[in-house]
């Protein structure tokens, strides 16, 4: 279906959205109380303590007391609920040729609206969302220029929402060099160069039971943030196969940890199997800022990590490559990294 789904009316589920049974997701799925929750304004030891453990143990958790305004990220979820309420003919000024464009290399910086979804035995499916993405970073005219002019306060309020963010991940990465035993600063080079923010729209649906938000997946990137305001995203706990529905906290950040840095870290570390599920009555909107490295990096473990009790689980890879490899092939969770693992029990 060429048009967004908050365009049209969702009075019943167009056959296009209809998600195959094993993409579908279950009916009663608990609240996980044991996804780790992190002040980031106690001791600066217990926080390196807390991260540590859950990025070994979950690759996601989220941070309250994180420095990021408060009122900012009020301002921010309402900017998005203006924009997604805004009449199609405005939408559709980011719609690349009247049509939802999907999420795609190479990477567009300038702001893009579209439809995501993917490819089961020759056949599409569609999410149940509206998707705006854009770069964040670094910040200057022409990229800006690019944003939305409506809501009248969107580039200013997203400017400032954009750095403030970096700035908590680039801290939240620093504590995570510290929990690998590396040199502050680690990551504060080309690693980190992509900002992307994606602000998704999930509107209510008439049939959760016959759509998905978004499949599960791997951030391909290096590091998350998120913010939610209503439940929807569900993380996978692999050691148990279980899905675990993640709490909304109206002032805190989900931290999730993408498949590079798992691949960086040799597998010290998980990343995060996540999806969001649709909702019969309320719409939600989450604002991710994924931040990763340029496309022209060379992926690998990082050296500090390896010796010979611990030897390298992936062989180097370009970024690009990969980046390739992780938007087309969604065969499986790690699809994207298979071909670069290293067998670690030869025949």
Not at 31 to 45: K, S, W
Not at 94 to 107: M, N, T
Not at 198 to 224: E, F, K, V
Not at 238 to 257: G, Q, R, Y
Request: net charge negative; with cysteine.
């Amino acid at each position: 279906m060429a048009t967004l789904v908050s365009n049209w009316s969702t009075n019943n589920v167009s056959e296009s959205f209809i998600a195959p049974l094993e993409k579908r997701a279950e009916k009663d799925v608990a609240l996980g109380n044991d996804v780790p929750i992190i002040d980031l304004q106690q001791d600066h030891l217990l926080i390196v303590q807390q991260i540590t453990k859950a990025c070994q143990d979950f690759g996601l958790f989220q941070v309250i007391n994180h420095g990021v305004p408060e009122k900012l990220m009020v301002e921010a979820m309402e900017v998005y609920k203006e924009f997604f309420a805004l009449p199609a003919e405005e939408k559709e000024k980011f719609q690349p040729k009247g049509e939802p464009a999907k999420f795609e290399l190479p990477l567009e910086q300038k702001a893009k609206l579209y439809v995501e979804g993917e490819r089961r035995c020759n056949e599409e499916f569609l999410y149940w969302k509206d998707t705006l993405a854009h770069g964040c970073y670094p910040l200057h005219e022409e990229l800006l220029n690019s944003w939305p002019e409506k809501p009248p306060t969107y580039r200013d309020v997203i400017a400032k929402y954009s750095v403030e963010v970096r700035k908590l991940t680039m801290r939240i990465l620093d504590y995570i060099c510290e929990g690998l035993g590396l040199k502050l600063g680690y990551f504060d080079n080309e690693l980190t160069q992509i900002q992307m923010l994606l602000a998704n729209y999930y509107p209510s649906c008439p049939d959760p039971s016959t759509t998905i938000g978004s499949g599960g997946h791997y951030d391909g990137n290096l590091i998350t943030l998120l913010q939610q305001d209503l439940v929807g995203l569900q993380q996978l706990i692999v050691k148990d196969d279980k899905w675990i529905a993640v709490e909304p906290i109206p002032t805190a950040f989900v931290v999730n940890l993408g498949l590079t840095l798992k691949v960086m870290s040799n597998e010290k570390f998980e990343g995060s199997i996540h999806r969001v599920v649709t909702h019969p009555i309320r719409n939600r909107i989450s604002i991710g800022t994924l931040i990763g490295p340029d496309y022209s990096c060379t992926i690998e473990p990082i050296k500090e990590l390896i010796s010979q009790e611990n030897p390298p689980l992936y062989k180097p890879y370009p970024y690009a490559e990969f980046a390739e490899i992780y938007l087309s092939d969604k065969s499986d969770y790690d699809a994207g990294v298979k071909p670069y693992k290293i067998n670690q029990f030869p025949n």
